[in-house]
């Protein structure tokens, strides 16, 4: 992996970066509906600027990883709508900010996105949230034959919500291990790939 696009070689940068566009095509296209204070906030503990930028480049290099073909919905209230400040990514995205009241910004991401709408272009759908408010959105998303990953954080996760997704992963933000400090060099020699095969083939 150390060879990658790093070789002066022009048969093995052609060959590593064939491989890497594989690989990026195989990645399923995928919709993330992510739920910001659902993942940083508990009954007990609010959350800075700091905390939602730690949580966001732990998703985006490790937990769950971004595609370039990607599109992201995040959910805040009007109360937090701070949090939007702190996401630094030239993903594609779009913010879904809800009422002040229970609910606002799970309210606000239920009415963006239709999963009928969602198939054929996409084919994973991750939900960043614990929240029951998911539950008939998860199932919609399952009917229409998407992966669904629910991905619960800082708050507590609906059993209901658990049982509708295909994949479960919880989230924690830790001190990064010697793994995850390899994951990320992965990633980022994976995308530094993916973005040299597109200049290659745009050049071609």
């Not at 730690?54 to 595609?67: K, N, T």
């Not at 759908?125 to 009917?143: E, L, P, R, T, W």
Request: charged share 20%; aromatic share 6%.
């Amino acid at each position: 992996m150390t060879d990658g696009i790093l070789t002066t070689s022009n048969e093995r940068t052609s060959t590593n970066a064939a491989t890497a566009a594989r690989a990026a095509s195989r990645r399923p296209r995928t919709v993330h509906i992510v739920d910001l204070e659902n993942q940083v906030f508990t009954s007990s503990r609010k959350a800075g600027a700091d905390d939602v930028a730690a949580w966001w480049r732990l998703y985006r290099d490790e937990i769950v990883g971004l595609g370039p073909r990607d599109l992201v919905y995040f959910g805040v209230s009007v109360k937090t709508r701070w949090m939007m400040t702190a996401i630094e990514t030239t993903q594609k995205v779009h913010w879904a900010v809800g009422h002040a009241g229970p609910h606002g910004a799970e309210q606000a991401l239920l009415a963006s996105v239709y999963p009928p709408h969602l198939v054929p272009a996409y084919e994973r759908v991750v939900i960043a949230s614990g929240d029951g408010a998911f539950i008939n959105f998860a199932n919609q998303c399952a009917k229409q034959g998407l992966t669904v990953q629910v991905v619960s954080g800082e708050g507590a996760l609906n059993a209901r919500l658990a049982t509708a997704a295909t994949i479960r992963t919880r989230f924690r933000r830790e001190r990064r291990s010697k793994r995850a400090f390899a994951l990320a060099a992965i990633r980022a020699i994976h995308a530094a790939s993916v973005a040299a095969a597109t200049a290659a083939a745009t050049a071609a």
